[in-house]
């Protein structure tokens, strides 16, 4: 999540992580497991505006999870239930034909095994369902919109971002703390998926 300039190419952000995994966590992966997707629950129980929080299997996904002491490491949001359940997120590679950009995705693909060992998904109380639905709506909007790495004080957008932008204008006294970062090349305020487990939610659906 964190990056050293405004628009950091996919490439030589993924470099940088890896090496910092590298060289400072001395990250050695065992051979992989079976992978199997988490489990999702019924359609039914979904609305728009809902956050899908994402605990991802890559390097960088690792990274963003150690440093913030959580468990997630992406957040989208839910624009649609019926007849697909689709998730708005700013993401650097979920779909390598359309890279570092805001996505639609299927929330099948967002919570496949590939992607994800953890799918977690919450409804913010502080919002009404018109609010909601708002809100889902300016994510939807800006699918394509460039993700741009940068801390606090920088121009930037990427997932969590993204979700903010979307909620300020239902609620204007939403504040999600920021996380003051120091590593490496890698220093700033950035907002992190485990800021919005800390806002007034309900959890739709949480693994054990």
């Known amino acids: 999540m964190p990056a050293p300039t405004c628009r950091q190419p996919l490439a030589l952000a993924a470099l940088l992580l890896a090496m910092w995994l590298s060289a400072v966590l001395g990250a050695r992966q065992a051979p992989a497991p079976t992978m199997v997707a988490p489990a999702l629950p019924p359609a039914t129980h979904l609305q728009p505006g809902d956050w899908v929080f994402r605990s991802g299997t ?43 950009q805001v996505l639609l995705t299927p929330l099948s693909a967002f919570a496949a095994a590939e992607m994800a060992d953890g799918i977690a998904i919450a409804r913010p109380r ?59 090349l890698f220093r700033g305020q950035y907002l992190m998926p485990q800021a919005f487990t800390e806002a007034d939610i309900d959890w739709i659906h949480r693994p054990d």
């Not at 359940?85 to 700013?90: C, F, G, P, S, T």
């Not at 639905?133 to 993204?162: D, E, M, N, W």
């Open 126 to 184: 502080f919002l009404t369902p018109a609010q909601r639905k708002a809100s889902a709506a300016h994510a939807a909007r800006r699918i394509g919109t460039p993700f741009v790495l940068a801390p606090r004080g920088q121009a930037h957008f990427y997932c969590t971002t993204l979700l903010l932008e979307a909620i300020l204008p239902h609620a204007p006294d939403f504040a999600p703390r920021w996380q003051t970062v120091d590593i490496a």
């Open 58 to 100: 890559g390097s960088e996904s690792r990274l963003i999870r150690r440093l913030s002491q959580s468990r997630y490491s992406h957040i989208g949001i839910l624009v649609q239930t019926t007849p697909t359940v689709l998730v708005a997120h700013a993401s650097t590679d979920d779909d390598p034909d359309k890279p570092n």
